[in-house]
């Protein structure tokens, strides 16, 4: 028995936060967002040097197949490296630019189609994205809506899927296809930019027709659950360790707060509830890349979990800063946003243990 | 325990209701925003004040309705005011904190001078306690004002000043008696923010707006007769003043608006939003039991107050619990939009621009503002149930 990071894992994990905390701070970070509303965030997606930085430390093929530049690791390693994302802040859509969406294409996608974007996206030079949504088609063309859709503004090609069980369909729609528009929401997680398509008689190339195409598509998204769980758990961690030390030098009452039994607590609490979704997280990502029988029901659990745990844990460490905690400059604000974010997308906790239920 | 109204009751209630059949369009649109004053806000305040609405048990000379305050017509009025989901008037912090402060302490002079205006909508008023070093820790605060000759002279450093840009005044806590102890060295003094000397710096929120402050004095001069109560009485007059705050903040009509908001916010959501869902709705009933229970909690607090009757350490729990359901409320409105529920202010698509996520955010903040969630269950711990206090702080053990 040996439940865990292997010393490989650990080393990516140390590697990438050192890496982050030199070259893409939240300092960093923050000087692309603050001028931004909420929404109209710059991206480092569109960020070609942070892009090519982030590919030079190895992690946006982890998943991809050595085959086409990328390292062949699995959704654990997806993991390791989400974490570390979630508590830099990293304004990538990496459940999706670097997990369904090229996944799917590594899946389902011709030779060609592989080799003309896999290499790109390990190498940060090309940026894909993922939608799922009502499409029809006529005579290879598009037409239709899709919403909700992850990096709108700067993705090179959406691998779109539409249809459920053997009527089920995907395709590689590239960003300058006739037709396509693109359109910015603003989303409260000014990290991550998030928008919608409309695609009138748009050009897309198929990806293979395949009755395994639905049980693939489900897979990667679940893939992207589990990242995105884990993107949580990164930022709920990385906020408790900022709130502990906030606590350990605001002095109220002659004493730093942190002696307060109730601050202490609050923190224990956090605590608690974190590490269990940590090993839950890296349960998860180990049952989908055997591909255990209880992969899926465990990820919709660990979906709604997270989600749970983790609005709890921002609430509790952005109160541990009292006032200053309500403020723009604080940095809980920005891990609040990026926690809910996950909470809703791709399932809220309510529709996931739904899911669990019937699986 | 008598709930029945009986028919002098009743009769009001069809007053209120036929008050509100005739004006209820000149209303201004319930908002979630806790300050507004426009010109339809002060209008509307006026009608509510000249119907006895608003202001009811204020008396006349201070620009109130003047009438005997009355348990049951105040809830007639919250319930059908409530009902008809019309705005029950102006509720800034001069109307909800200074208003009774200054009818309980204030001069003759500052009552009248002060309360007319306040209760008009017209005089919008920011509260000055915390400061950079002194937030929980109030009692410590620093900013020190010095009689000279007829003026007082401020000097310090506020923070977190809720509308300081907005608001005419501010009511402050400053240092006065540098040799007290800690909590009898401190004077309420009124200010006017006009004064030379104050220079405000809007602090931006986590919600991305910049509704609260920095405020700086530097020998800002106030007359002398802007005292309220006595020299070193303020500690005791700024908690008075806090206690109306956390009423207010965790005030039951607050969260019935907001109940009634959600409810139909997951009425409409649909089906690709989860609409229908019955664990919504389970979770609604949930919330709807802790409203509830905390509705006639206040129907209690209201009785022993107006009775002149001590409610003990029931009294204290409002902030707490109120706060924090208003906050699950948000959450569970949010979860009822599925995705839609992430997207904020300006979005296309956003389900009442986005009003949702910026409660959920200020319901947080409410947590934290008037005395932090920690510091409520102190107070109910050492004052309320008669606990020690805390230890003294120790390194590591
Ligand atoms: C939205 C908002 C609006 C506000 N508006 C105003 C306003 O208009 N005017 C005004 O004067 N102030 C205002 N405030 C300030 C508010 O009153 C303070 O933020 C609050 O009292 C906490 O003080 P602090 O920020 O200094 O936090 P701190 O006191 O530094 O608290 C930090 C943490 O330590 C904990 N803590 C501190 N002491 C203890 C203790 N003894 N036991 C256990 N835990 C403890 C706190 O609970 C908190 O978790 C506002 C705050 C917010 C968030």
Known sequence: MDFGLSPEQELLRDSLRGWLADELSIERVRETLDNGDAGAASRTAGDASAMQGLAGQGVLGVMLPEEHGGAGLGLLDAVVVATEMGRALTTVSYHSACVSAPLLLAGAGSAEQKSSWLPGVSSGKLLLSFAVGELEERDGALTGELRFVPDTATADAFVVVSGNGSEARAWLVERNAAGLQARDYHNIDITRQLGELQLSDTPAEALAESDELAGLVARVSDAARVVLAADSFGACERALEEAIEYAGVREQFGRVVASFQAVKHMCAETFAELEPLRSLGWYAAFAWDEQRDDAARTVALLKAHSAEVSTRSVMTTTQVYGGMGFTWECNQQLWFKRVGYNRQALGGPVAERARALSL | ?397
Not at chain 2, 16 to 33: C, E, G, I, Q, Y
Not at chain 2, 81 to 90: K, L
Not at chain 2, 148 to 170: P, R
Not at chain 2, 323 to 336: P, R
Request: charged residues 25%; aromatic residues 6%.
């Open chain 2, 1 to 397: 325990m008598d709930l029945s109204y009986g028919p002098r009751y009743e009769d009001f209630r069809a007053e209120v209701k036929s008050f509100l059949a005739d004006n209820a369009d000149r209303a201004p649109r319930m908002t979630m925003r806790v300050v507004e004053h426009s010109q339809e806000v002060v209008d509307w305040q006026k009608t509510l004040i000249e119907a006895g609405y608003a202001a009811r048990t204020i008396p006349r000379e201070y620009g109130g309705y003047g009438a005997e305050p009355d348990l049951l017509e105040t809830m007639i009025i919250a319930e059908e005011f409530s009902a008809a989901r019309v705005s029950q008037g102006a509720a800034g912090q001069g109307i909800s904190m200074l208003v009774p402060t200054l009818l309980e302490y204030g001069s003759e002079e500052q009552k009248r001078r002060y309360v007319p205006p306040t209760v008009n909508a017209e005089l919008l008023w920011c509260q000055g306690y915390s400061e950079p070093g002194s937030g929980s820790d109030l009692a410590s605060l620093s900013t020190r004002a010095e009689l000279d000759g007829d003026q007082w002279v401020i000097n310090g450093h506020k923070i977190w000043t809720s509308t300081a840009v907005e608001a005419g005044m501010m009511f402050i806590l400053v240092r006065t008696e540098p040799e007290a102890s800690k909590h009898r060295g401190i004077s309420y003094l009124l200010v006017d923010m006009d004064t030379p000397g104050i220079e405000i710096r809007p602090l931006r929120m986590m919600t991305g707006s910049s509704d609260f402050n920095e405020v700086f004095l530097e020998d800002v001069r106030v007359p002398r007769e802007n005292l309220v109560g006595e020299r070193g009485q303020g500690w005791q007059i700024g908690k008075t003043t806090l206690v109306h705050e956390r009423n207010f903040l965790g005030s039951s009509a607050l969260t019935e608006g907001m109940l009634a908001a959600c409810r139909k916010t997951l009425a409409a959501a649909t089906d690709e939003q989860g609409g229908g869902n019955l664990v919504h709705g389970d979770r609604l009933m949930q919330l709807e039991g802790r409203a509830l229970a905390m509705k006639y909690h206040g129907l209690r607090m209201l009785t022993d107050r107006l009775k002149g009757r001590n409610p003990g350490a029931a009294g204290l729990i409002t902030k707490l619990n109120g706060c924090q359901l208003n906050n699950d409320i948000c959450s569970l409105a949010i979860d009822g939009l599925a995705d839609y529920g992430i997207l904020y202010r300006g979005s296309p698509h956003a389900v009442d621009d986005g009003a949702w996520q910026k409660q959920y955010m200020f319901q947080l903040g409410m947590i934290i503002g008037g005395g932090t969630a920690q510091i409520q269950k102190n107070i109910i711990s050492e004052r309320g149930l008669g606990m020690p206090r805390e230890p003294r702080a120790t390194a590591g053990s």
